[in-house]
């Protein structure tokens, strides 16, 4: 079984480990990584032309307005 618990602080993994050996547990595996997650960016495919999308609401056009009252009503 393995069972992942999340702390705030070093302090607080500190008081758990000390509750853990309290406990005689047989196998206890500590995986710290207090690093930051960093989000994974991929640069854009550049061979693709953007072109097609031009005029896309040519035959609807919309206002500010309007696109902001529909995306106001999302449930």
């Known amino acids: 079984m393995k069972v992942t618990i999340e702390v705030a602080s070093y302090t607080e993994l500190e008081k758990l480990l000390l509750f ?19 989000p994974t960016i991929t640069k854009g495919d550049k061979s693709i032309d953007p072109t097609g999308l031009f005029g896309i609401w040519k035959d609807a056009p919309r206002t500010l307005e309007q696109i902001r009252e529909t995306a106001w009503k999302r449930d």
Do not use: A, M
Request: glycine share 0%; hydrophobic share 35%; no cysteine.
């Open 20 to 38: 853990f050996k309290s406990l005689d547990l047989k196998s206890v595996n500590v995986v710290t990584s207090f690093d930051k997650p960093t």
